[in-house]
Structure formats: C-alpha cells, structure tokens
C-alpha cells in the first residue's frame, strides 16, 4: 500500500509541471549546473596521492564530519533548485570537481533530495588533480540513451567530457558536460588549452548532428573563462543574441547577464561567469517552436549559500578559505536554464 501511495504523489507531482501559458499547455524542465567545490571523500585511494589534502591527516583535516557537512550541505542547495513550474528540481545537474562515484552516490542518497531518487552518470577521467565532471539526472524527467566520454589531448592529463544524449520531453537532447582547464599561469597563457577544450565540445556537437540533425545540445560546465572570451565567443562561436543564431550554432544567454554584473564566482572585487549553459539553435523558439526550446536562465545566487564575513560578503560561501574550514557549500554559485515544451 506504501508503494502505490508514494507512486500516486510521484504522478501528480509529474502532472503538476503541466501549466498553461499563451493559451497552450507546455511542460517545464529545469537544466542546472554546478560546480561541487573539491567533492573528495576522506579516503587516501588515489595511487599518485592526488586526494591526500582531503584526508584525516592532509593540510584540510577532511574527516567524515566536514565530508557529510558538505554532502547536507550541497544536497540543501540542489533542493532549493524547485520553482513552481519545476516542483522535482530540475531534470539533470551536471556537476564538476567530483572525486569519484561514490560521492555522488552519496550526495543523491542525503535527506534534502533523497525523494528525487535521482541518478548518477561518472566516469573516471586522468586529472591530475585528480577530479572528474558527472551528471545527475531525474529518470522521471530524463532518459538515458547513451554516454560517451572524450579525451582533451593538451599537452597534459585533464578532465574528459562527458557527452550523456537522452530524451527529455520526448526530444532526442545530448548534454556536454565540462570542466575546462583552469588559469593557471595566467588568463593570456593558458587560453589555448581552453580554445582546444572548446574545439572539441563543438567537434563532439558536430558528430552528433552527423547522426541526428534534429537533436539538440547543451554544452555545460566550468569553462574557466567568460562568455566574451576567445574559446566560447571566437571558437564556439556562441552568439550574444539569439536572433543571431542558426540550427547548428550557439547561443550564450549568459553574455547578457555578466554584463548585469551578475557572476558565479568572484575575485578581488570582479565577478566572473565561469559556469554556462550554452544552447544549440535548434533549441530556440524562433527556430524550432514545437520542439522543445529555451525559455530562460538564472544564476541560483540564493542568500544561504552566500558568504556574510568582510571582504568575502556576497561572495559564494566556500567550505575553506585561507585555511579555515567555513562549513560552506562552494566557491560557485550554481546556473540553471530552463527548457518548455509544447504539449
């Protein structure tokens, strides 16, 4: 009798993201992004001893208090991802600076989200810092079809990108999940490892659309670099405006919002827009109005997950900061897009 009960209130909660807009019926699907902030577990279990700062004796202390601090903590900051078009969160999150599965195995299964029953896609990339980028995703909301990762070949181990295709909607979409390599050394300097990171999120679009011209595509991810930089706006070619776009380009609706002075990550005063979600044009209402399309994005900036301490105040509220343990969340703020689909 329980089960059929928990059965009957997932249904409803599913019919309950049927809404009418435009006297038309659509359905909404949350796409989210988020950047996990050094997920590790406490475990020395990386052979070149990448994870040992995150154990009980690294610099960071990382014992099982401070791990499933930050599992609740993160679990709370995904619930909060519900609007009144999206009451289950959103359809899939793809995540980034992940140690392994088991830690998203274990974010999935924490309290605040545990009745999403959401999924885990990982893979094991050669990082030599030794994170991964993964996907979460609601099986009542998104089907898995097929995943394929691919190697970034730039002179030096890296995270793969994780190319998940499902249905959402019943639309054929693929999701790109990235983390691009960082800035170190310098913005000038290391901007040809993130233009070759770019090259093969569009090589990878490219063989999809080989296969299915129909399907859309979502590149994600911590690219490391703004939407006016060279790798997404020179070799993406992701457009500042929609009307710009065609079937097979790009669209950057974050371009827009940096410009606001709105941000997910901040240094020294200056905000960036590191974490996007860029859209194929194939999933843009002027160009596919039956299919299923762009409706709009936000950064999810939400006031429990900001820092209230000095110079840090309205900044992401991380775990650690300059040694000290804050008990925070992450040194991102999480985006989310959000698709509609005419029924």
Request: net charge neutral; proline share 5%; aromatic share 10%.
């Amino acid at each position: 009798m329980k089960r059929i009960f928990t059965a009957i209130i997932i249904s409803v909660m599913a019919c309950s993201m049927t809404w009418a807009r435009d006297n038309a019926r659509y359905q909404a699907f949350g796409v989210a992004f988020y950047n996990l902030e050094n997920l590790f577990d406490t475990i020395p279990n990386n052979p070149l001893g990448r994870d040992l700062e995150f154990t009980p004796q690294g610099k960071n202390s990382w014992g099982s208090k401070k791990y499933w601090n930050k599992i609740q903590n993160l679990a709370t900051a995904i619930s909060a991802m519900t609007t009144q078009t999206t009451p289950m969160g959103p359809a899939v999150i793809g995540v980034s600076e992940i140690e392994n599965k088991s830690v998203l195995d274990d974010l999935v299964r924490a309290e605040p989200i545990k009745k999403w029953m959401l999924q885990v896609v990982h893979h094991d990339s050669p990082d030599r810092r030794g994170v991964d980028v993964g996907l979460l995703y609601n099986p009542r909301l998104f089907r898995v079809i097929n995943v394929t990762n691919h190697r970034l070949d730039i002179g030096y181990p890296t995270r793969d990108q994780m190319c998940v295709v499902g249905l959402m909607g019943g639309d054929t979409v693929a999701v790109i999940v990235n983390h691009w390599p960082s800035r170190l050394g310098g913005q000038e300097k290391s901007s040809p490892s993130r233009e070759a990171a770019a090259a093969l999120s569009k090589h990878i679009a490219d063989s999809l659309w080989n296969v299915n011209p129909n399907m859309g595509v979502m590149i994600m991810g911590d690219l490391n670099d703004d939407p006016q930089d060279k790798s997404c706006a020179k070799v993406l070619e992701a457009k500042k405006n929609a009307e710009d776009v065609s079937d097979h380009g790009f669209y950057n609706p974050w371009w827009k919002m940096l410009d606001q002075g709105i941000g997910t990550l901040a240094y020294k005063g200056s905000w960036n827009l590191f974490d996007q979600i860029i859209i194929s044009g194939n999933m843009l209402k002027h160009n596919d109005p039956d299919g299923l399309y762009f409706w709009k994005c936000q950064v999810n900036n939400f006031d429990f997950l900001k820092d209230n301490e000095g110079t840090r105040q309205g900044y992401p509220l991380r775990t650690h900061s300059g040694g000290v343990w804050l008990n925070g969340y992450s040194d991102h703020f999480p985006t989310e897009i959000f698709l509609l689909k005419k029924m």
